[in-house]
């Protein structure tokens, strides 16, 4: 199964999509379109999960794709019912490769009082601490998956309804969370105070649908009502949404990136197109980074706003110089006689007639690891570029995320070891600039930039404030940015 | 196995792509590299023959991706040698779902002298007759294939040599051919006389590459030698590169619609980037066919060159309000209440936030049977856009092509019913303007246009005008244009 | 997949098989044989349970046979470790069809001291009141196995050590069992204090393996120690095997089913050659019910045994009237020109030439729905045999098995509702006649017979007096065995 | 896919099993039963070609067993039509693992006058020399089966009809053939003039079908006729079956192995039950080699008939002393302790509590590398047998067979190199004993034994006279018996 972007191994990778409806027929087939449009969030596996009253509820999990995994008639037919949840996922970082199929939610569990499933987008940042002591007391875990932590918490809950027993279970965990829960009456729907990860509810027909991001919805012909608010939690039954906050409020940090990369530019994000947040990022790059050139060219596809944006501001044509194989692959074997960059040629080819003797401006979102952008630039240069500039559309990364999103540990972040300098000299290219924080907060909407006594967002990735300890990865020995950083 | 394009049900598709390599270790996984490089020619199936002096001659032909079927350790050792050829392929129109694996090329034939295989790209017009006259001297098909009549041929032939043999086959032969072959020792190129379909040759390290278009030249790090010229036949030995004219000389007739669809962007056609020509169409577009609009937006992925040219000549902002699903698939289960245009959906996402209230311009690269052009129009008319005007980067495509390509019958071509003012009705667009064929020659480089006396390009999809007769279709009833039209 | 006994939709099916080993290196390659050597007790699914200290607990679970599953090296490479665990099961009847990979064994629990692995065999008789209990208290139940109860038991025992916990767990439990478990570094055995379902020991080199039976030792070579006493527990450690016997002491009523049906016919049973206890019901057989005819045959290939024994003490001759297609399968398109009884000819054919004219005894070893005696009878006689006199090595199945056994609802077993003289005429042979009780108590030993007031096995599915009472079932409304049946 | 025979690895193998059928409603369906009762002729690949007046012929070959390919809707609606024929395969032995679906029957042809397809049980000797004249004619191959030649030789034939062609085609043909064959109308069976291979003909309702043994008719419920004659040719049409004799006459040879191994117990050859024929040389044997034992056992399942036959003539009790696992497999890893025997311990085990301390004779059908036997007898002693008698069910296998049957080289006969005397001491048991070749001519029916001036049978494999000389492996070196052997 190939990956879904070029690079992604050198990006930082959302971990989860999460989807759920009530009151329509077919639930699960609403479901499988919902998390069809959000495998970008998740593509190693999937789940949905349904109930009917005749036969309790459903379950299909599964390694692969929606589109293959959720489409035939067989497997659909195992999930009858009108209620129904599902999820999309990647593996975490340190599991690569490992991931069980009890890793793969909806998790589900069976309580005195009916059963429940749930579907998490979002690390819990005490998840070990937690474990220890649900195991210590007698529960069995079957997943290496920190979510499970929520049911287990659930099921010993002294509460009397399913609802309340979230509540408790989630008062108890740390971290960024959005959850979208069922009963065998109840769609259940919650983000963490913070507000971190996505979670928008919509009409669809006489029901209610829960997505991670509008893209979702928009697939099923739904209509966007509101994001979930940050600490709320919405608990829809067949009379209608009913609003609860449990938590103790917050000022809300809601993750940054997925305006740069994780959403797709087709959703809406706090009332605006990412879309057009991102063709912005480039206007403001423009402005921030001018240089003199031929061309401007996206790094396909996640740089196409950005470039279009900069293009636009600079006045400097923009171009496709860079084209991507749609049938990607990673497996080829390689020829004794050896091909420069094979890798990369797989997926991406440069336009030679194009670039020659141009001067390029190369508009990428991001650079993780660094060593994809230096692949790129020499194809860029083997085609006969005379100038290649880069221009990133995010600040350098250089922390790694705990809250749902899969980063490399942070020696292996470039922008970690090395000033912005030093790493256009490792990249050797004529000139190498990242958007501004101020720059990016501006193209996101805050007019004023960032707001440093009190960051509007979690930008953690780019400035290490950690809105929430990671306290499972500080026990495990990670350094916090100290004062002088 | 998802398609390619999100609507190549509605597209005309190039039926095949071929490859061969001479004079590197591991000459298989050339070809597989030049056949991913090559799959949008042919999605179907694929295969690869090589040869080495102790084993002889290796095949493995398979239904599925390159990436799927020829990456595996297993497989690729089936396929030793320094020599070896590959094809990609579609079904052709009257056989679809019905492809038997005997019908996925390289043929390969046994003869006195030795074996040879070939991969076929074109179609041959006198097939019909051919076969019935081969199987009444006692020769044996395997498969459907008109392209398996050549090396019955091959094997008639009285001539000595498999070069010899293959030209004597090659006279008898009437339509459009690019083709491949090889023995245990030579690579042989052919064009047809009038170069219908392309092909070029590559130097890789002290070996050679044949291929059908530049870009499996470069995932394989060859360099662009030339093209073959149209009716020219080459052997290549290890001693180098033979040129022979077997074929009476014509005026050559390349197809266009290779610059219009078929070729990849990144490919260099007749000296020129496909991009770049594509680019200028749209350039061209914006000059004949003006209009007063917010965005221009194209149809993704093949509308992406004409859009830009069109903004970039019109001064109309360049904007992605369509995003392409990137997992596609067509099987989703349509759930009972009724998504409007779910098919569509599985595949684009109109971009709400940036479409509403807007005047939108939407450049696609051709209209088929019209019912993927109607559905694009109803999302974007959905999502709020004011006005809806088409932009097709080619002529009304009213004639089916013989030569190689997959096009419905003439009656489900909707240009062949309804001039351009019906079409715009029945699509129930603001406006509907296609590049003109003038415009189109001027766009791929014939500063003064279509030479109607004598064309430059085989253009019959959108003339009528056949430089070969397709005699087996003509047997079978199909209606040559009148003078009258 | 195709069933190995060719009628066992019409047989009592023994639902598990497992295996441990201790000591040995490559521990999960003596697994996979010894579940191999076990399969006819659970042909639908398996699982293998290894530890090794680095890399801690392993498992892979599959449907489908120990063959297909457990011989590759990829697979095996991932059950690395000395020590394991493995299970081959049927699903029970209730979830015919719906077994899902969670309720495959062996059941793995990760407790505060450790994790530990289970695998069960026999039945939990009130596996539904303990499920009820232990969700009260907050267990999460992952499959609808009645051995996960044994996990949860023993996590939330208060016992120090697994072993301990493992006791503990097990006197809550009612029914019949035989365990094998295994910890980092323990191998556990126990069977229930009836000692209804068997168990042994065996030496392998310096090594220990428990298994169902004997059989699956001698393909790994390993010694026949003994058999696990009724209510032992052994813990065995490379320190070697101590002896427990945690349960209050009760009279053992091994399954008599074991020994007429279920064991293969080359395992050893409480000493005695099960091949050699079958051909002894054949010589009962004979003596009880003699009949005049010309030839025996064996309903092939459960009924050879008793068929040679019936010939020998008979005098009539033994032979294969009866052949068994050794490719068999059930699902071939029946063509529309009838075939008569088509489903049993896909399995068995009538030896023509042997059978006409003559007069046969079948001898097979029960008779459960009567369906398949039916059919063969039909076929026997389409063959032109005289005269149809079936004998049967087993009394009438007139009562389900709660004890790990798969049989039909009561009303479904044909000796349930008819007597011996009714099942004659319903089966419309020339005679039948079944062993009697005490005649198969004579056959496996008891030179008495039955002693009825305290009898020596478990023979409920003959006597219907069940030694525990089947509370989960009578919950249910099973109606037990009345004063006056 | 598990080997039909535990030890098929060494036994000898008929290379095929045909079956047409014409007449009836779904004709495919009654080919795919008729080839799964044949199922033991050929195991590695079947294929089924149908003819319906719509949509011409239709063809499905496969690799694997009947019952997986040729049972589902799907497959089997592929194949319409009220004609049909069919065949399974082993690989020869030169081609092990190679097989390509394209050596898989039946092979098809067109023709000027249609189609025909053919399905062929034999070998034919000349087959390398007909290969090159055809080739060296413009013919092009597609297998490396020598069957192709047959169609090759129809399509270059002068003749009208496709009968007369097949008959051109045959007299060119050397060697031992039975032909099923198909046009759109008629059924054709041809038997060369030795009938070497077997043909038999059926009554399947209004229809009639054609096999290479009465049991694939018994499974159709058809009834059976009479065998094809040596030399005969049947065409059969909706008008009934026409006989023809196009071959010289000469006295037949018919192979003597299909009464020892090849074909089913259940069916009949020359008018004689094939399990009585077996029983009969247990008989024999018997008289001819006495010997004073405890038990007789067969080794599982081929020399069961043949035990039996010697048990009742000896008086010697039977017994299965050697139990066979039902589902076998060849490639379990083999542990790091080693397991003696482990390969012989995967397919059989010894019964031990009733081997120990006896004295048993082994029958068995045949030896052909001895290396079974070696395993077999040391299982035995393993056991604790006393002593190990050998009987062998046919005469010393000390030649190859050309006629389609697969042998392992001359050299590799422990036969060939080694007197009885030196085999017995070789395998290291008591005694060893084959039957005569006329005791085995006595079981299958001649009265006399061998009429040795004029051989009633083929026997070649005992005899070294071969009936057809061998011209291809006499081209290849092969030494025929010489005066002095």
Tied chains: 1, 2, 3, 4.
Excluded at 130 to 154: A, K, P, T, W
Excluded at 448 to 462: E, L
Aim: with cysteine.
């Amino acid at each position: 199964m190939p990956p879904a972007h070029p690079f992604d191994d050198d990006k930082l990778k959302e971990e989860c999509g999460i989807f759920g409806v009530i009151g329509v027929a077919d639930a699960a087939n609403f479901v499988a379109l919902g998390l069809h449009a959000l495998q970008h969030r998740g593509q190693e596996a999937g789940g949905i999960v349904t109930h009917e009253p005749e036969g309790g509820f459903h379950s299909v999990r599964r390694f692969g794709y929606v589109r293959d995994n959720f489409t035939d008639p067989e497997t659909m037919g195992m999930l009858p019912g009108s209620i129904g949840i599902g999820h999309v996922r990647y593996s975490t970082a340190g599991n690569k490769g490992q991931t069980a199929i009890r890793d793969v939610q909806p998790f589900f569990g069976e309580f005195a009082m009916g059963g429940a499933a749930i579907a998490h987008n979002g690390n819990i940042t005490n998840a070990n601490a937690l474990r220890r002591e649900l195991i210590e007391r007698g529960s069995i875990f079957q997943s290496s998956s920190d979510s499970e932590c929520i049911i287990h918490l659930m099921a010993r809950s002294l509460q009397k309804s399913i609802p309340d027993r979230m509540e408790d279970a989630l008062r108890r965990v740390e971290g960024a969370f959005s959850v979208v829960a069922m009963t065998r009456t109840k769609l259940i729907g919650v983000r963490d105070p913070l507000g971190v990860r996505p979670l928008v509810l919509g009409r669809v027909g006489e029901g209610w649908a829960l997505a991670s991001e509008t893209c979702a919805l928009d697939i099923i012909g739904a209509e966007f009502v509101r994001e979930i608010e940050p600490g709320e939690m919405v608990v829809i039954t067949d009379k209608g949404v009913e609003s609860q906050h449990p938590f103790r409020p917050k000022r809300s940090r809601f993750c940054i990136f997925e305006h740069v990369y994780f959403s797709r530019p087709d959703s809406i994000l706090g009332g605006r197109s990412v879309y057009e947040s991102r063709r912005q990022i480039g206007v403001e790059l423009a402005r921030e980074a001018p240089v003199d050139a031929d061309l401007v060219c996206p790094v396909p596809d996640s740089g196409t706003p950005a470039a279009i944006g900069y293009s636009q501001e600079s006045g400097i044509p923009y171009a496709m110089g860079i084209t991507r194989n749609q049938y990607m692959g990673r497996t080829f074997i390689e020829p004794t006689e050896q091909i420069r960059n094979m890798g990369v040629r797989l997926k991406l080819n440069v336009n030679r007639a194009l670039i020659k003797g141009k001067r390029v401006i190369l508009v990428d979102d991001s650079v993780v690891r660094g060593t994809t952008s230096r692949k790129i630039k020499e194809m860029i240069l083997d085609a006969g570029a005379k100038e290649v500039h880069f221009r990133i559309a995010s600040p350098p990364t250089a922390w790694p995320c705990f809250y749902g999103v899969d980063t490399p540990q942070r020696e292996k972040l470039l922008a970690a070891t090395m000033s912005e300098d030093e790493m256009r000299e490792h990249l050797q290219v004529d000139s190498l600039r990242f958007i501004s924080l101020d720059g990016l907060y501006r193209a996101v909407g805050e007019a004023n930039g960032r707001d440093n006594a009190s960051p509007q967002y979690c930008d953690a990735c780019f400035s290490g404030e950690y809105p929430v300890e990671p306290a499972d990865m500080v026990e495990q020995g990670f350094q916090m940015k100290t004062a002088a950083e």
